[in-house]
């Protein structure tokens, strides 16, 4: 019944979401079947979806909405799997009637079974019937560059976030599982390990912190040139991890700490575990150890009963940390989560004003440590061209992947996955400009 069919991928959300999609591409191509990018050309659509926030369901649903557009053409069923199902099929299956398979996060089993169902039977809502993927992956990025998903679901129970409700508790792979997958990727010049908390990596599997030590078996891969950590939380960050920082080679000295705020009241409010003086120390700690460590992180404003005077001092801690890299986000209530219920809840427009202010600081911070770099010269990794401002585009080390600022730069030439060393000669608050020293 799926003979000769033509699959799409349209994967929405995190980077834990896409090494999903991978999975998933690897079910479809594992059994032949043709993948094209060209959703005019797709016979069957897949929409793998995110919903830890409303915007992000809205974005889901309006992705499910423009394929069925398509109808009059190629396109025969449309598939939403992930985060979206996972939690709102009961509601959304009667009502989003364009959607022909419904599977949730860890049913990647059930795809090509279900589809064939939906074909003799109709619509389909399979959500909860399968088991989680542990096959191979598709990548999707470029073959230099790769995640590593370390583990799924969170046990930390913030009082904004729904990812306990989506995803589960926190659950560790196998490390022998994750060593296995890794050298199977290719050879990388980065990895990236993800999981919604990477610093907790096997105390549910093993009984103890193996963060470490599965850092220590990926750096013995002769095919993983570099590793990056990402959603490294305060709390767990302890003297192991940071030695491994300064001491590993294969460690790029980078790290992304989710602080989410900085005032003790609010912290304590959202159920995080740390303090504005304890968030200080680590910073200081991580810089005296590692020196020109880039530090990473994100920030709600506008949670509920946060005053104008906290919203002022986050900015003030922005200030004085000067962090590499900063992403901010307006508190969204979600329903089902604790902080839903809280009195004290900030208006919209308010919200969207202080996450603007948090921006503006962050951007004169980021703007004198780019400065400072012009005439300098940086280890470069190249992601390939830029053909609107014709130059080669890529990273330093103080940058990840689609979420921090790139280096343009000009070269006689440059092969995507290899390093340049380029030389700084303008800066702009997240972008570098620069040119190899053989370029005339």
């Not at 060593?179 to 990596?201: F, H, K, N, P, W």
């Amino acid at each position: 019944m799926l003979e000769n069919k033509i699959f799409g991928m349209i994967s929405l959300g995190c980077d834990k979401n896409r090494v999903d999609a991978e999975r998933l591409l690897a079910i479809v191509r594992g059994r032949g079947f043709a993948v094209t990018d060209d959703i005019a050309e797709a016979n069957i659509v897949i929409v793998n979806t995110c919903a830890f926030l409303n915007e992000a369901r809205k974005e889901a649903i309006d992705t499910v909405l423009d394929c069925d557009a398509y109808r009059g053409g190629k396109l025969e069923k449309i598939v939403v799997t992930g985060c979206l199902p996972e939690k709102y099929a009961a509601e959304l299956f009667p009502s989003l009637t364009e959607a022909d398979v419904f599977l949730g996060c860890n049913d990647a089993d059930r795809l090509l079974d279900s589809i064939e169902r939906s074909y003799r039977e109709g619509r389909v809502d399979a959500v909860g019937t399968g088991h989680e993927s542990a096959g191979g992956r598709v990548l999707t990025t470029p073959l230099h560059c790769a995640y590593l998903k370390i583990a799924d679901g969170c046990s930390n129970h913030c009082t904004y976030c729904l990812i306990p409700k989506i995803r589960g508790r926190y659950r560790s792979y196998p490390m022998e599982r994750l060593v296995e997958e890794a050298a199977s990727l290719g050879d990388l010049s980065e990895l990236i390990l993800v999981a919604q908390d990477t610093t907790r990596y096997g105390e549910d599997l093993y009984g103890e912190n193996r963060f470490v030590e599965l850092i220590r078996r990926l750096s013995a891969l002769d095919n993983i040139e570099t590793i990056r950590l990402l959603y490294c939380y305060p709390d767990v960050i302890g003297d192991e991890l940071i030695d491994e920082l300064a001491d590993n080679p294969k460690l790029v000295k980078y790290i992304d700490i989710p602080l989410q705020h900085s005032e003790d009241r609010v912290l304590k409010l959202m159920n995080r575990k740390g303090s504005r003086a304890e968030y200080a120390a680590l910073l200081q700690k991580l810089r005296e150890r590692v020196p020109g460590i880039a530090v990473r992180s994100t920030f709600i404003a506008g949670f509920p009963t946060e005053t104008e005077e906290e919203a002022e001092a986050l900015a003030s801690f922005l200030q004085e940390q000067e962090l590499e890299n900063c992403g901010f986000f307006a508190y969204s209530r979600e329903p089902d989560t604790p902080a839903y219920r809280l009195k004290g809840q900030i208006p919209s427009k308010e919200k969207q004003r202080r996450v603007r202010m948090l921006y503006r600081v962050q951007r004169s911070v980021a703007l004198r440590r780019q400065k400072s770099r012009v005439g300098s010269v940086l280890r470069v990794l190249c992601d390939g061209m830029d053909y609107e401002r014709e130059c080669f585009v890529g990273r330093a080390y103080f940058s990840a992947p689609e979420i921090d600022g790139k280096v343009y730069f000009h070269a006689p030439e440059a092969v995507q996955g290899e390093w340049y060393d380029v030389r700084i000669t303008s800066a702009d608050a997240y972008d570098l400009y620069g040119e190899t020293e053989d370029f005339a």
